[in-house]
T-cell receptor, first 109, second 114 residues
Framework: GQNIDQPTEMTATEGAIVQINCTYQ??????LFWYQQHAGEAPTFLSY????GLEEKGRFSSFLSRSKGYSYLLLKELQMKDSASYLC??????????FGTGTRLTVIP | DTEVTQTPKHLVMGMTNKKSLKCEQH?????MYWYKQKAKKPPELMFV???????INESVPSRFSPECPNSSLLNLHLHALQPEDSALYLC?????????????FGPGTRLTVT
């Protein structure tokens, strides 16, 4: 089975940096995705990690440690529009993508 | 064009009705997916098509019947649903199944079963 854990909610201040953690236990790990989902909208792709290390993409970075079953999404220079749910999703085997419960981030002025 | 479209946006149906959800993409993607998402929960995979063939059915009840008429279209036929089937139904596509190919999601169909 798959077990993916994320904090349920986080609050951060506009302009600050926030780190959203994700831990997982899965058989046949084959990559980890981060998605952003605004309320009432579809998830949108943010990042993909399959090897250990940091992937940077503008204000967003994602880190993976396969040996620790751990990933984080780092958001810099937070903007109000970054208020959304952030979903960690683990690919197991060749096919399946399993989503965590998501972290609801609220950015305050 | 990096868009997945879904129709209808909203659907209300009774438990004896038959309806269909439609999904379309023109990105040349060969894998298409149906997910179900309840409020404040993550998406749950229902079906995966790869090259128009059903490759994964995550033990979904038979009242949900998927169909992939061609590489651009994906349907979900609904019959004799239950109120607990009310949810957001998301369609997604990726270039290929598996690997690092990201999934592009459609806006979803919000289904209410009365």
């Amino acid at each position: 089975g798959q077990n993916i854990d994320q904090p349920t909610e986080m609050t951060a201040t506009e302009g600050a940096i926030v780190q959203i953690n994700c831990t997982y236990q899965t058989s046949g790990f084959n990559g980890l995705f981060w998605y952003q989902q605004h309320a009432g909208e579809a998830p949108t792709f943010l990042s993909y990690n399959v090897l250990d290390g940091l992937e940077e993409k503008g204000r967003f970075s994602s880190f993976l440690s396969r040996s620790k079953g751990y990933s984080y999404l780092l958001l810099k220079e937070l903007q109000m529009k970054d208020s959304a749910s952030y979903l960690c999703a683990v690919r197991a085997g060749a096919n399946n993508l399993f989503f965590g419960t998501g972290t609801r981030l609220t950015v305050i002025p | 064009d990096t868009e997945v479209t879904q129709t209808p946006k909203h659907l209300v149906m009774g438990m004896t009705n038959k309806k269909s959800l439609k999904c379309e993409q023109h990105m040349g993607h060969r894998a298409m997916y149906w997910y179900k998402q309840k409020a404040k929960k993550p998406p749950e995979l229902m079906f995966v098509y790869s090259y128009e063939k059903l490759s994964i059915n995550e033990s979904v009840p038979s009242r949900f019947s998927p169909e992939c008429p061609n590489s651009s279209l994906l349907n979900l036929h609904l019959h004799a649903l239950q109120p607990e089937d009310s949810a957001l139904y998301l369609c997604a596509s990726s270039l290929f199944k598996g690997g690092g190919y990201e999934q592009y999601f459609g806006p979803g169909t919000r289904l209410t079963v009365t």
